[in-house]
Nanobody
Framework: QVQLVESGGGLVQAGGSLRLSCAASGRTFSYYNMAWFRQSPGKEREFVAGTSWGGDSTSNAGSVKGRFTISRDNAKNTVYLQMNSLEPEDTAVYFC?????????????????WGQGTQVTVSS
């Protein structure tokens, strides 16, 4: 089992920045690929960014490329999502997820463990 707890969400004006954190406990954190997803009311959960178990490979959704950066610190069992140039369309609940090593998947069902989510609201 892996337990994931997100933090860092909040209300920010358009153009601002936030950094989300996801702290992991339980089984070996460094074994898992990690990803951030987000979900808005009435929409499906969508992939935002992912990182391989070692952090040497990352992948971003096209909608956030150049604005969001995923990183991880395996010594601290934590994955981060730095979000810059935020837009109202980025408003959503953001979830972190842990999945088996291999290619970074953009499919939610490929991830085994999920946090409870943190709300990000971007005002215009």
């Amino acid at each position: 089992q892996v337990q994931l707890v997100e933090s860092g969400g909040g209300l920010v004006q358009a153009g601002g920045s936030l950094r989300l954190s996801c702290a992991a406990s339980g089984r070996t954190f460094s074994y898992y690929n990690m990803a951030w997803f987000r979900q808005s009311p009435g929409k499906e959960r969508e992939f935002v960014a992912g990182t391989s178990w070692g952090g040497d490979s990352t992948s971003n959704a096209g909608s956030v490329k150049g604005r969001f950066t995923i990183s991880r610190d395996n010594a601290k069992n934590t994955v981060y999502l730095q979000m810059n140039s935020l837009e109202p369309e980025d408003t959503a609940v953001y979830f972190c997820a842990a999945g088996m090593p291999g290619g970074i998947s953009r499919t939610p069902t490929r991830y085994d463990y999920w946090g409870q989510g943190t709300q990000v609201t971007v005002s215009s």
